[in-house]
T-cell receptor, first 115, second 113 residues
């Protein structure tokens, strides 16, 4: 059973471009979480999705950021018109259920660098 | 609102010495507590968790943590560390509902020979 897959592992964008980060959850997992880790900081929750539904996006910046988890295919975190402050590691986690009793399994992360 | 405080940003220690990484949380409701480890350029791995029951929880590689409700703490300890334990350690909390984790800022453990 493959773990959580994220791609690309490293992404370089110039200011104003779009960044698209992908996350394939573990097989059988229908719950996906996105977290952002700024340099020298802990992870900050961004958004929680189930298949075709955004359950909680309270950690997402109000502009430029969006997330989806379609019925088929990976979850996508999309950042439009990137700025230098978006440079961070973005981690995806998946779990088989929504309860806190279900462990979250983390992917290796995508490190976004905005030039 | 929930929050997690990890009191030490860096902890240097010699190999085979004991170590304690401190974690305090604030929450007005029942919580679930976690410790994750992050090796360089990798994702997070669950080290151990407290959900209910015994307040002392152990991992397979010698770490243990004790949930102390009165002190709102969940400190991580290991009696004898190895070079391979060098990593960043994150304490996290979630409370009921769905499994949204609130992380501390992390503690960088550096084990020296």
């Amino acid at each position: 059973n493959a773990g959580v897959m994220q791609n690309p592992r490293h992404l370089v964008r110039r200011r104003g471009q779009e960044a698209r980060l992908r996350c394939s959850p573990m097989k059988g997992h229908s719950h996906v979480y996105w977290y952002r880790q700024l340099p020298e900081e802990g992870l900050k929750f961004m958004v929680y999705l189930q298949k075709e539904n955004i359950i909680d996006e309270s950690g997402m910046p109000k502009e430029r950021f969006s997330a989806e988890f379609p019925k088929e295919g990976p979850s996508i975190l999309r950042i439009q018109q990137v700025v230098r402050g978006d440079s961070a590691a973005y981690f995806c986690a998946s779990s088989p259920g929504e309860s806190s009793y279900n462990e979250q399994f983390f992917g290796p992360g995508t490190r976004l660098t905005v030039l | 609102a929930q929050s997690v405080t990890q009191l030490d940003s860096q902890v240097p220690v010699f190999e085979e010495a004991p170590v304690e990484l401190r974690c305090n949380y604030s929450s007005s409701v029942s919580v679930y507590l976690f410790w994750y480890v992050q090796y360089p350029n990798q994702g997070l791995q669950l080290l151990l968790k407290y959900l209910s029951g015994s307040t002392l929880v152990e991992s397979i590689n010698g770490f243990e943590a004790e949930f102390n409700k009165s002190q709102t703490s969940f400190h991580l300890r290991k009696p004898s560390v190895h070079i391979s334990d060098t990593a960043e350690y994150f304490c996290a909390v979630s409370s009921g509902g769905y499994n949204k984790l609130i992380f501390g800022a992390g503690t960088r453990l550096a084990v020296h020979p």
